[in-house]
């Protein structure tokens, strides 16, 4: 009993010790190094909602692509896999709070043979049961050791969250980008294709005012070649649109539908025309990445306070309760038998293990501070690029419209004063030349504007809880 009393009494003194000493590491998330209000248009400032990808993708084809990626992607199956890892170690560190239950048995049978030189005969048998049920070494969390572990690693299940969420909004987006690039790569193609066929018509017209004595063979191999050039070009972006269907194949994860190819155009425009954007920055820190490298910073700091706890004493108990008896049948009938043990550990010298493991942490601590104020300012230069390009998109675009009419008028003035003999070949080449280039810069400014607004949902999107699909669907 004077054991028994030594244990209790050493576990009320360390109670009484961790009533005055706290290790906790309190968590004050950093300021954001980032100005506090967006480059918008509108400053108005009004709040704005979450911009979802069935907001911003309206081509139902391009929705139900995005759903068949979400579906098939590799790379959500590697996040979808390592949510799962990071909720079944939560899992193990939160079991660590609660005390281990485990009930034993053992039957044991054995005796004696008589017999040697003594003459003696005969044999001799005993017969040993146990029945008990038992808590061992369950460790008084006096100094929250255990607890710090598990916060830190329910913050790392989090932040596994967080990152299916971004790679889900990265595989919409991509999913997005590639399907406009198929649809730039098309126009190109057409344009391309029309450009040899308009120049073959050229090349002809150029042969019979050759053979009429009109034009020169310096008139003629001007045309050849580019007719040559622009069987180049189509080449070329034929090449492009096949390697666009591969991407596009290796993103979603499995075979296309067939009429995707078909479905993909710059116009009408499968994307919404704006996404609204609020002018407080703060909207940056709800991104899955900002969130996730939060929920790392949180981790860490949790981690110093386990490092800090290992410095205070381990109190363990060992208990258990049960039966024993010679005989199985009478296992039960007797008075219970128990036993209890408080541990303690109390460390006092480690050659400096355990000061070395709270500056690691510290230094975790710190890297992970770096981290997201990092995450903070790359979203805010994502949104800030995407805005700028969002301020004069329209008006480049309006001017290559222009600049496309012009050429047009230009080209079609220069073959009819060739074709009349005031002017050679080379007006009609350079005339096609500046309608070709003003053609392919439009295509060009029309693929920015809608990869911008996808740029836009990279840096602004929200990926919802299942939970809050589920009450929208309701």
């Not at 109670?15 to 248009?41: F, H, N, Q």
């Not at 400096?352 to 995450?375: H, K, M, P, T």
């Amino acid at each position: 009993m004077s054991y028994i009393r030594t244990g209790v009494s050493a576990v009320v003194m360390a109670l009484a010790l961790s009533g005055c000493m706290t290790v906790t590491e309190p968590y004050d998330r950093p300021a954001a190094p980032i100005p506090e209000a967006l480059p918008v248009v509108d400053d108005a400032g009004a709040e704005v909602s979450p911009v979802l990808w069935q907001n911003v993708f309206v081509s139902e084809d391009l929705q139900n692509l995005i759903e068949l990626a979400l579906d098939e992607n590799r790379d959500l199956r590697i996040a979808a896999a390592n949510v799962q890892l990071a909720r079944a170690q939560y899992g193990i560190s939160r079991a660590q709070r609660l005390p281990r239950v485990t009930a034993n048995g053992s039957a044991t049978d054995g005796g004696s043979l008589g017999g040697g030189n003594s003459g003696q005969g005969g044999f001799a048998g005993s017969e040993r049961v146990s029945a008990s049920v038992g808590v061992t070494a369950y460790e008084l969390d006096l100094f929250g050791r255990v607890a710090s572990l598990n916060e830190a690693a329910l913050q790392s299940y989090l932040a596994t969250e967080e990152g299916e969420r971004a790679a889900k909004i990265s595989i919409a987006a991509t999913v997005g980008e590639l399907w406009m690039q198929l649809a730039a790569d098309k126009a190109l193609l057409a344009l391309a294709e029309d450009t040899v066929d308009t120049q073959s018509e050229s090349l002809d017209l150029t042969q019979e005012l050759f053979d009429a004595g009109v034009a020169t063979e310096l008139d003629v191999r001007r045309a050849s070649a580019s007719v040559e050039t622009a069987r180049a070009q189509a080449a070329q972006f034929a090449a492009s649109v096949d390697q666009d269907m591969n991407a596009l194949r290796l993103v979603v994860g499995t075979d296309l539908p067939d009429n995707i190819y078909g479905a993909a155009e710059l116009e009408p425009s499968p994307l919404a025309e704006t996404i609204p954007v609020g002018q407080s920055s703060l909207v940056l820190l709800k991104r899955p990445d900002v969130q996730a490298a939060e929920r790392q910073l949180m981790a860490a700091n949790a981690n110093i306070a386990a490092a800090r706890a290992a410095f205070f004493p381990v109190i363990s108990l060992t208990g258990q309760v049960g039966y024993a008896s010679s005989d199985l049948g009478s296992l039960f009938d007797g008075s219970a038998g128990w036993s209890f043990g408080p541990s303690i550990s109390l460390p006092i010298f480690d050659a400096g293990a355990r000061q070395a493991s709270l500056e690691v942490s510290q230094a975790n601590r710190d890297i992970a501070v770096a981290s997201y104020e990092q995450a903070i300012q790359l979203a805010f230069r994502d949104t800030a690029d995407a805005l700028a390009v969002a301020r004069t998109i329209d008006e480049r675009v309006d001017a290559l419209t222009r600049l496309v009419d012009d050429t047009d008028v230009t080209l079609n003035l220069s073959v009819e004063r060739f074709q009349v003999g005031v002017d050679d070949y080379l007006s009609v080449l350079d005339s096609q030349q500046l309608y070709y280039n003003a053609r392919q810069q439009l295509i060009q400014a029309e693929l920015s504007r809608n990869l911008n607004v996808i740029g836009l949902y990279r840096a602004l999107g929200a990926w919802p809880d299942e939970a809050d699909q589920v009450s929208d669907a309701t």
